[in-house]
């Protein structure tokens, strides 16, 4: 799976970006052949709490993409929040090719 970090308003230390590539890799486990995954982490208005954002795109062979938006305190309770979400539109997902 090929993942693109995409970082606005900080740069991400090594240990962010190790755990944002853990975390989207084990969505394989759900669904197999994900093409690859863009995540933008934003920083907005710096100054005020739950203000990091984590905007993850996911891939999907044969269809366009999915798509989960999820703000938090830290970056990585967003991309938690987010990596749920992509989660559950999967299975979802995968329900409706099993209906077909």
Do not use: C
């Not at 853990?22 to 934003?42: N, P, Q, S």
């Not at 954002?53 to 309770?77: M, S």
């Amino acid at each position: 799976m090929n993942i693109q970090v995409k970082t606005v308003h900080f740069t991400a230390d090594q240990k962010l970006s190790d755990f944002l590539t853990k975390k989207v890799t084990k969505l394989d486990t759900y669904f197999e052949g994900i093409i690859g995954a863009d995540v933008i982490l934003k920083v907005v208005k710096p100054e005020t709490a739950n203000n990091k954002i984590a905007e993850i795109k996911l891939f999907i062979p044969g269809y366009d993409y999915l798509f989960a938006e999820k703000q938090a305190d830290t970056f990585e309770e967003a991309i938690d929040l987010a990596i749920d979400a992509i989660r559950r539109q999967l299975t979802k997902f995968k329900e409706k090719l099993k209906d077909k």
